[in-house]
């Protein structure tokens, strides 16, 4: 979750994958590949461009698919191996990508993957794929990206659940969140909007340098190693209310009366955001290294106290929410900023338009190939595929049980793989090791863990389930106390009407001419390094003067042409917004 990943593709690349997959489409199905399955054990080889190890997968997941279908999984992890594309492409070039193949459907590469004959039509194993063909609507929607018929593979994150009901489980990944005891000892000011929240920020800081006596403690810490067409952490906060970036413009989440609007037109929520944060340092409460410091620097001074202010949920609470401080009341809590309307996403019956998993042209045993994708599919292979909090529990019996009202609730061994996994050993009779060690390292979501398990009756992820929710802290009882009882993030955000759900549309855009790549280049320059000066310009007239600069810049390097690819692309999203809703609405009226 933590860890984004950004491609820049140039002429030169895209030229270069074109030639090899033109190479490429020389091989084909090997007719020893569909030789009969003698059921002995399998080595398989799985390319993974999502995951983050390479090498034969260990612990307890190697256990499970060892003891379900007598295989062995050898993880080749671009991530890992290093140079981009390059091990995509060598192994294309070779006509073998691995016997299960997992992989981005951007940018034309599944219908070059296709056509270059380097996966599987999993048609003919179909009928043998219940679990599957519980998400048609996402199988539907690799066919037609495919651009060919058949079942060509099954995308990541699908759910069966509604495209407009949130798909964040307990809370939204970025949204206002502030140290809540320092919050408390200043009395729970209100928090009206912006300009109030820096003021509250400023008392915050006052009173933690106060308490500890040490002077580098700041409300607010920025870094620049995720920024892309614009300033990452100015963009994510824009999603406060209620836009999301897609490319250089902000979409809207699903106000009709909201329009796409370029980032760097005046007025927008990145620009509310680059003013936000500028006032924040002209009233001193912005790290002076945010301008030099990268992610993981960052990542340490939250986790020694050093920041109080986080843009996600996932920065602040991981790192300073254990169980010790949460007992004693110190932690990330979200802030009740009123005028917020937090951007969530809906659940995607048609997945994340991103990643899909196949089968291996040159895979020897599709059949038992198959059956393990619809496996993965399974209430048994979610729960197999967990990982940590936010994500499904890991298997039955290992770490939860149903009570005796018929709930799941997390064993011993479950809190800890859950939420305190580091050195925790798992026993020997469900594979031996670390737990940590043990996870599956196809770094692959198959469905979102916030759906709805149809044998439980409750979600994957344990945070959403009601034994769990009925675990109460000193820390989350005081936050609930001061947000209308609420148990979550996502319940209060409801409860209070500041949750922006965007429709659980899957978009992927078109491949990109080589002269837009080259001018966004040169535009999300002149935006990122102008966006930082304005951020830290002395006053706010300088630092608007600086913003109002950009779009000159940008119009002068070609802004428009990239402008109009990026508002086609989003009114294509919108589109297929309104599209899934009545496909949905239509499905329940069957």
Not at 13 to 41: E, H, K, Q, R, Y
Not at 196 to 207: H, I, P, R, S, T
Not at 262 to 274: E, L
């Amino acid at each position: 979750m933590e860890i984004k990943k950004k491609v820049v593709a140039g002429l030169a690349a895209t030229l270069s994958a074109a030639m090899l997959f033109s190479v490429a489409a020389c091989g084909g199905d090997s007719g020893a590949s569909d030789a009969p399955d003698d059921g002995s054990l399998m080595k398989v080889d799985v390319f993974s461009s999502t995951a983050n190890y390479q090498g034969v997968q260990k612990g307890w997941f190697a256990k499970i698919v060892k003891d379900k279908f007598n295989m062995e999984l050898n993880i080749i992890a671009p991530n890992v191996a290093g140079g981009g594309d390059t091990l995509f492409d060598t192994r294309s070039t070779a006509g073998n990508l691995g016997d299960i193949v997992i992989v981005g459907m951007q940018n034309g590469r599944l219908q070059k993957l296709v056509k270059s004959k380097l996966i599987t039509d999993m048609t003919p194993y179909y009928k043998d794929m219940p679990h599957v063909k519980n998400y048609q609507a996402g199988v539907d929607y690799v066919t037609k990206q495919a651009g060919q018929d058949g079942i060509w593979g099954v995308p990541g994150n699908v759910s069966d659940e509604s495209p407009t009901k949130s798909a964040d489980g307990v809370e939204p990944t970025a949204a206002p969140y502030i140290r809540w005891d320092y919050y408390a000892k200043i009395g729970y000011p209100e928090i009206k909007n912006l300009d109030d929240f820096a003021n509250v920020l400023k008392q915050m800081q006052d009173k933690a340098r106060q308490e500890t006596g040490k002077d580098d403690i700041y409300a607010v810490s920025l870094f620049k190693d995720w920024d892309g067409e614009m300033m990452q952490n100015a963009q994510a906060a824009a999603q406060w209310y209620g836009y999301y970036a897609q490319n250089s413009v902000l979409v809207p989440s699903d106000d009709k009366d909201s329009q796409v609007v370029p980032a760097t037109q005046v007025g927008s929520a990145y620009d509310k955001m680059i003013e936000f944060f500028n006032k924040c340092d002209t009233m001193g409460l912005v790290d002076p290294e945010s301008t030099t410091q990268n992610w993981d620097t960052l990542s340490t001074k939250v986790t020694n106290g050093k920041v109080l202010m986080s843009i996600w949920s996932w920065l602040g609470k991981p790192r300073m929410n254990s169980t010790d401080n949460q007992n004693k009341g110190i932690g990330f809590m979200l802030a009740p900023l009123q005028d917020m309307d937090v951007y969530t996403p809906g659940f995607q019956p048609e997945g994340d338009g991103n990643t899909f998993i196949a089968i291996g042209s040159k895979a020897k045993n599709k059949e038992r190939l198959a059956k393990f994708i619809d496996w993965l599919y399974s209430p048994e292979g979610i729960y197999a595929s967990a990982s940590n909090s936010g994500g499904a529990a890991c298997p039955k019996d290992m770490c939860w049980t149903l009570n005796d009202k018929n709930e799941p609730q997390l064993n011993e061994f479950g809190e800890k793989a859950m939420f305190d996994s580091d050195g925790l050993q798992v026993p020997a009779e469900y594979g031996g090791g670390s737990y940590n060690d043990g996870i599956s390292t196809l770094n692959f979501k198959t469905v979102n863990a916030n759906s709805t398990d149809p044998d439980t009756k409750a979600a994957y992820n344990p945070q959403l389930w009601a034994t769990q929710l009925a675990k109460t802290t000193k820390l989350s009882e005081d936050w609930s106390k001061h947000m209308d009882g609420a148990k979550t993030d996502i319940e209060y955000l409801e409860k209070a009407g500041k949750l922006a759900v965007a429709p659980g549309a899957t978009y992927t855009p078109p491949e990109e001419d080589s002269q837009i790549s080259t001018l966004r280049s040169s535009v999300k320059t002149e935006v990122i390094n102008a966006s930082w000066q304005a951020v830290v310009a002395k006053s706010q007239a300088e630092s608007q003067s600086i913003f109002k600069g950009i779009s000159k810049q940008i119009n002068d390097l070609g802004y428009e042409q990239v402008l109009k690819v990026d508002e086609d692309n989003a009114k294509s999203l919108i589109k297929a917004r309104e599209e899934i809703v009545k496909q949905f609405a239509d499905k329940d009226s069957e």
